[in-house]
Structures are given as structure tokens and as C-alpha cells.
């Protein structure tokens, strides 16, 4: 089978209306760029994004949120957009805020074919509420089901054509436990090379978990907040 998809224009047109994406990264590192901008010169509506933030109004996610093409959002805080959290306090937008630990422990759970969990975080709080509770050890715990997406968005440094990939440092983050948990997983990569090429003992996501992916192109790389030393 040939994951090698022409470009991002071409990875964007398997994403119907309506469909659940997970989009890796932290801010704005290790964000799929290419994928998240076709998507949005498309134009495809209604879409549930599982993403652990929105990054800012005019870069990442914030493009699709500004151009009024999510239904639904999945993540652990508002963060840094200004235009989701107006749409949040608006009342625009159907938002579900999920605390980051369990957030990524839901996605993993998916991945690993686990269906719940229990986890004491939360309880006695509006997330507890309507969920089934449980103690253990005289700890009290909530009942968390896994997460699942239609699709995956993942950026990997280097990849091979067989879709095995490999993360560069911080960008790594939520990257390679959303590439287990979605139907359909597709990686953009900053150098795409030939099957071994790289290393296995490298390898942070094996292709098959990867259906399709793509060679990135004009990365911006942009950082959510410069902080400098004065003097």
C-alpha cells in the first residue's frame, strides 16, 4: 500500500463534514501546520477538534475557529485564543473541557483498546458529574471513558514512507498517543525518507498505525510566547 499522499490539499480532501479530528501538539509545538491550513482552504464544516489547546486566532486551529468550521471542541483549557474563548463565552461554540491528565490518559486508553478507566481526578466537581464514581482503598474515583477520533493530525520530524515516524524532543507531546487512538492517522513530516532509513530502535510511532502521510513544506515554526531576558 502506498501511504504517500501528493500534499496536504490532497490529505485534506479524505475529511468529510462533520468528522472528529485529533490534532497533535502544545501551543503551538508539533503542530500539524500543513494539515490543519489545507483544512481550512477546503472549508470543511462542523468538525469535532480533539486538541489538548486552540493556539492563537491566526496560526494552527485558531484559522479553523476563525472561519467558523468547528462545531465542537475537545481540550484542556482556552488558552491563548481570544476568538475561542469569545466563542466559548458566547455560547458558539459546544466546548468540553477535559483536565489534562485525564485528557491524555483517554486517548491512550482508546489507543490501547481500553473502553474506561477509573481516575480520583475530578471528583466532587462539575466533571464528576453524571459519571459513574467508585472507591477503591478509601479513595474515591470517577468513571472516564476513552476517546476516539474519525482522524488524527500528527507532525513528526523525519518519517518513511511506510509511515514509521520519529519526534523531535518537545514536539513530541500528544503526537504519538493521538496517532493510536483515530481511524485514520495522518502524519505530515518535516524529512520524509525511504524505509530504512531510520533507525527501529528510533521509531516513536510504527506505521501501521499511520494510514497516510505527507512531506511538509515552509514550516513558520511560530512560538506562542517569546519570553527574553532583560539586561
Known sequence: MNKVLRDAEEAAALVPDGASIMMGGFGLCGIPENLVAALQRRGTKNLTIISNNAGTDNFGIGLLLKARQVRKMISTYVGENKEF??????????????????????????????????????????????????????????????????????RAWKGDTHGNLVYRRTARNFNPVMATAARCTIAEVEHLVQPGEIDPDLVHTPGVFVKRIIQGRDYLRQIEKRTVRRG
Open 85 to 154: 474563548e469569545r466563542q466559548f463565552l458566547e455560547k458558539e461554540i459546544e466546548v468540553e473541557l477535559v483536565p489534562q491528565g485525564t485528557f491524555s490518559e483517554r486517548i491512550r486508553a482508546a489507543g490501547a483498546g481500553i473502553a474506561a478507566f477509573y481516575t480520583p481526578t475530578g471528583f466532587g466537581t462539575l466533571i464528576a458529574e453524571g459519571k459513574p464514581t467508585q472507591v477503591f482503598d478509601e479513595r474515591h474515583y470517577v468513571l472516564e471513558r476513552a476517546l476516539s477520533a474519525d482522524f488524527a493530525f500528527v
